[in-house]
């Protein structure tokens, strides 16, 4: 039986409500993801020359975070406006910049578990491990994302509703391409997207338990080998929560846009789950610095009340003595 047959399209797509619970998600998101990525990046730059532990990758991490944070408050306009007066252009910028973030998330998140793999199981092969090799990683991999992420927004294209109401974001129609191109498209990048750093992820945390069951443990490496852990499992807990749902939703909401799925009830809780996933794949932006203050020492050490206060002395300090030579050489 055909979706119209049952019900009207509105009441299936349900505007009002998906709107207002993405409205509400990016609203909560903002404040916090943005004042705990701009400490994460502050955190990270200061830590650089004291560890090789994905110090790097971390702040890489950061970034495409705040990228994604600089957009919500544009997001929440839409979605509390029901229209965007803002151009084709910046709306294109911004939906891409939603998948960008996701994907680079995705591989920062693989390199900082594996890194910290590496440095576990085999501290001697990285002892002279220099920290360049990672920020040759990391060009390599944001050229990558944001390639291939250009996808997004140009299989999408723009249009005005009779009120003359511009649409952005999830509205945005998709273009007729053939659906076994579409097919092949979603499985590729379900493939090296989501499943296979999933796996490399899993396999890190495996080996890492599997190397605390040793009978004799040195009491050293057993710590180290519990905060390896620790960061790992908190990298797949991150996969599971915000990316794991809408890698599952994302084929069945493209069946239900393609007109594939007719059943009425079947569409309203697929695009319902989608929004639901959607709001998930946005969280990893305030989740990743909890990720960092529960993991790292040295980021708790740094945002503790006494060595912040210490830091704003340094650089208050800093700036006076700068402006007083300025003067004295007036």
């Known amino acids: 039986m055909l979706a119209n047959d049952t019900c009207s399209e509105s009441s299936v797509e349900n505007t009002d409500f998906r709107y207002f619970i993405y409205a509400v998600t990016y609203s909560i998101i903002l404040v916090p993801g943005l004042i705990g990525n701009i400490l994460a990046l502050w955190v990270f730059y ?7 532990r994905a110090v ?44 960008v973030n996701m994907y680079a998330s995705i591989y920062f998140l693989v390199c900082i578990s594996v890194r910290r793999f590496c440095f576990l199981m085999y501290p001697f092969r990285f002892n002279d491990y220099k920290q360049k090799y990672d920020l040759y990683i990391s060009i390599a991999g944001w050229l990558i994302i944001c390639l291939v992420c250009l996808l997004f927004p140009l299989l ?23 659906l076994a191109q579409s097919v092949s498209m979603m499985a590729v990048g379900e493939l090296i997207g989501f499943i296979t750093p999933l796996l490399i992820v899993l396999y890190c945390t495996w080996k890492t338990v599997s190397s605390l069951q040793n009978q004799y443990p040195v009491a050293q490496d057993l710590g180290e080998k519990k905060k390896a852990l620790k960061m790992i499992l908190t990298c797949a807990g991150v996969f599971l929560i915000c990316f794991g749902p809408y890698h599952f939703s994302f084929p069945l909401d493209f069946l239900v846009k393609s007109n594939k799925i007719e059943s009425c009830l079947a569409r309203r809780v697929i695009l319902m789950f989608h929004s639901v996933a959607l709001c998930l794949a946005s969280l990893n932006s305030c989740l990743d610095p909890v990720i960092y203050y529960f993991t790292t020492n040295e980021f708790r050490r740094r945002i503790s009340r006494q060595d912040l206060h210490d830091s704003i002395q340094l650089h208050a300090k800093f700036l006076v003595n700068n402006h007083t030579n300025s003067t004295e050489l007036c």
């Open 46 to 52: 200061g830590y650089m020359k004291e560890t090789k």
């Open 56 to 99: 790097i990758f971390m702040i890489n991490l950061a970034i495409a975070d705040l990228l994604q944070i600089l957009s919500l408050p544009l997001r929440v306009f839409y979605y509390l406006n029901h229209d965007w007066p803002f151009g084709t252009g910046l709306c294109m910028f911004c939906f891409y910049l939603k998948y």
């Open 156 to 178: 999408r294209t723009s249009f005005d509703t009779p009120r003359n109401r511009t649409k952005c974001f999830v509205d945005l129609p998709t273009k007729n391409v053939n």
